[in-house]
């Protein structure tokens, strides 16, 4: 699982090299320019790693404070990252069905979200462990060995995703965000590009992961109901049915070995 995970990092990262190593060039290149030339009181330095650095003096005390619009561009692409790339994943299925489950048996907060989040994170790096060797072979191992530049690692390491996100996509799903694009018809799924394959295998998802939760319900709903209607039938209209039924709820999950079996199912949904 820690190579999984160190691989995962690094692919996370590939994509903000580029936009890192030209961060720290316009400091760099701000900060010999500071040391040799005299620095107005506002003033636009030019820097020929793309993005100006401004630099301003003040008066009073007369200390110069340097903002590079690249590590800015930089931390909000960290910011963001890590949401786009667990809604690339099979994560969000797992833990849709996970809070489904929760509901179903009424256990309130058991188990605690923090339990719930970490199943279906390390449950997403075995069901992407395919995916995610084979963006690193294609994409990152090249890249890091310098036999290729970011600009071809990027794409080789990002097709093993959309490859994932498309086979899991429904075709009724692709083709109302192609009619959104306005875009014709693909040919292949390799000509889709990412701006549709992404809120189409996200809204795919969704989809796959209510089904699961409405057939995760039935068996606890009818629980429910005949404890109802027994407390009905004695009278004890005043007693709570979600309390009698609690015990039943978890007496049947784990009888029937129901860990087990849903992670079974979520795991094997993807591979079908």
Request: glycine share 4%.
């Amino acid at each position: 699982m820690k190579k999984w995970y160190c691989r995962f990092i690094v692919l996370c990262l590939l994509g903000l090299l580029p936009l890192g190593v030209r961060a720290a060039t316009a400091a760099s290149t701000a900060t010999v320019s500071a040391a040799v030339t005299p620095i107005a009181p506002i003033a636009p330095i030019s820097s020929s790693a793309g993005i100006p650095v401004l630099t301003v003096q003040n008066a009073g005390a007369g200390q110069n404070w340097s903002l590079s619009l690249q590590v800015v561009a930089l931390m909000t692409v960290l910011t963001v990252l890590p949401a786009v790339l667990l809604m690339m994943t099979s994560f969000t299925r797992i833990i849709i069905v996970l809070s489904f489950l929760r509901q179903a048996l009424a256990t309130q907060s058991t188990p605690p979200n923090q339990v719930l989040l970490g199943l279906a994170l390390f449950l997403t790096f075995f069901v992407m462990s395919p995916v995610l060797d084979r963006a690193y072979e294609n994409g990152v191992k090249p890249y890091m060995d310098h036999q290729v530049s970011a600009d071809v690692a990027i794409p080789a390491a990002a097709a093993p995703f959309k490859r994932f996100m498309l086979n899991q996509t429904r075709d009724t799903d692709l083709q109302l965000f192609t009619r959104l694009a306005r875009q014709q018809p693909y040919a292949s799924k390799d000509d889709v590009p990412f701006r549709v394959a992404m809120p189409a295998f996200v809204t795919s998802e969704l989809k796959t992961a209510f089904q699961m939760g409405f057939l995760l319900f039935i068996p606890f709903l009818v629980i429910d109901v005949v404890v109802a209607s027994v407390l009905m039938s004695m009278g004890m209209a005043m007693v709570s049915p979600s309390i009698i039924s609690l015990p039943f709820k978890i007496m049947l999950f784990v009888m029937v070995d129901g860990w087990s079996l849903l992670m079974g199912t979520l795991a094997g949904s993807f591979y079908t």
